[in-house]
């Protein structure tokens, strides 16, 4: 999992996440608080990056150092304790069940406690853009809860930094031609996830971005 | 005359610009010699220019010439945030093998300590 300044919640996040992996990795991506010692506390490896570079940056740190380390299977998970551990087991299983590399969450399959009418708006047309651009038959694109094996994680290379790297994950994905599954998990939003979370202006940055990123090699 | 002189050489600096541009960028390559190419003309034929110009409303065919250093310098513009971020993605990769490392050096140094840790797999 990636984290920026999360101190206040990341020791809770990592203690229920290690009961549902084998192993936890923070990567502490250039916090001025005390995030990398509390996970570090808790029982996570982690990775600090010694400069801010943003989610997308040290979700893909973690990714390299988890295959670089032989893991099956990579399980990301935001840091900000609005995602549930008891639903790994369930993205775990619907890859070995279905066949799949990839194992998507998704809140509208599954359910949202404490979302936002206007987060729903947004979430909604988000993926209806990432539907339209992609052309995966998606129903939540912005969902940072997903599974993935060896092999998917190894088709991986995330170049976006910032949060667009949610929506070129599922380009990847979709570029893979591997299989993909969504699974149903459950979304609780809290006055600090919500703080930490995207507005209308990040979306529009989002697009840009990722327009920005087709224009150069 | 010599305005055309001087401006006929910055343009031909900017279809060099586009030229070194092209492998990096070929859409900003394009765009700067369709507006390098844009410009010699109307430098060299300025009666299209004004022609031009009075077709689209703007008045003279010298603000016709502006308006595409204008649009030249916002391709540049356009162009330095694209190499920005490719040095931003530069300055990643070199962040990652620094983090990586690290944590490698502390998973290794905490395995060999009596009943240390284990080596993580993801």
């Known amino acids: 999992m990636a984290a920026y300044n999360e101190a206040p919640v990341i020791a809770g996040v990592v203690a229920d996440t290690k009961a549902a992996a084998d192993r936890v990795v923070v990567v502490d991506d250039?916090?001025?608080d005390a995030t990398a010692d509390s996970a570090a506390a808790a029982g996570a490896i982690v990775i600090r990056h010694p400069v801010n570079l943003g989610?997308?940056?040290?979700?893909?740190?973690?990714?390299?150092?988890?295959?670089?380390?032989?893991?099956?299977?990579?399980?990301?998970?935001?840091?900000?304790?609005?995602?549930?551990?008891?639903?790994?087991?369930?993205?775990?299983?619907?890859?070995?069940?279905?066949?799949?590399?990839?194992?998507?969450g998704s809140r509208f399959l599954g359910g949202t406690i404490n979302l936002p009418p206007n987060r729903r708006l947004l979430l909604r047309a988000a993926t209806w853009f990432t539907r339209a651009t992609t052309g995966l038959s998606i129903t939540d694109s912005h969902n940072g809860l997903r599974a993935m094996t060896r092999r998917g994680a190894s088709r991986i290379h995330l170049r976006q930094n910032r949060m667009a790297h949610a929506s070129e994950i599922l380009h990847q994905i979709a570029a893979s031609g591997l299989k993909y599954v969504e699974t149903p998990v459950t979304i609780q939003y809290t006055a600090y996830s919500l703080r930490k979370g995207?507005?209308?202006v990040d979306a529009i940055l989002i697009i840009l971005d990722l327009f920005a990123r087709r224009l150069h090699r | 005359m010599i305005?055309?002189?001087?401006?006929?050489?910055?343009?031909?600096?900017?279809?060099?610009?586009?030229?070194?541009?092209?492998?990096?960028?070929?859409?900003?390559?394009?765009?700067?010699?369709?507006?390098?190419?844009?410009?010699?003309?109307f430098v060299w034929i300025p009666a299209h220019a004004s022609r031009l110009a009075e077709l689209v409303g703007i008045g003279r065919g010298v603000d016709l010439i502006l308006y595409t250093w204008v649009m030249i310098s916002l391709i540049m513009l356009l162009n330095l945030h694209l190499k920005l971020r490719s040095?931003?993605?530069?300055i990643t990769l070199l962040a990652r093998k620094i983090a990586i490392a690290d944590a490698n050096d502390q998973l290794a140094s905490l395995s060999a300590e009596p009943g240390g840790g284990q080596p993580a797999e993801g």
Do not use: K, N
């Open chain 1, 30 to 32: 250039g916090s001025s």
């Open chain 2, 87 to 90: 040095q931003l993605e530069l």
């Open chain 1, 55 to 104: 989610q997308g940056a040290a979700l893909q740190t973690a990714i390299d150092f988890a295959l670089a380390h032989g893991a099956d299977v990579i399980v990301t998970f935001d840091a900000d304790g609005q995602h549930r551990a008891s639903d790994i087991a369930g993205l775990v299983e619907a890859l070995a069940r279905d066949g799949a590399d990839f194992a998507l």
């Open chain 1, 198 to 200: 995207q507005t209308l």
């Open chain 2, 3 to 41: 305005a055309q002189l001087l401006l006929t050489a910055m343009l031909f600096a900017i279809l060099l610009y586009a030229q070194t541009t092209y492998r990096q960028a070929p859409i900003i390559g394009f765009l700067s010699v369709v507006a390098a190419c844009w410009g010699l003309y």
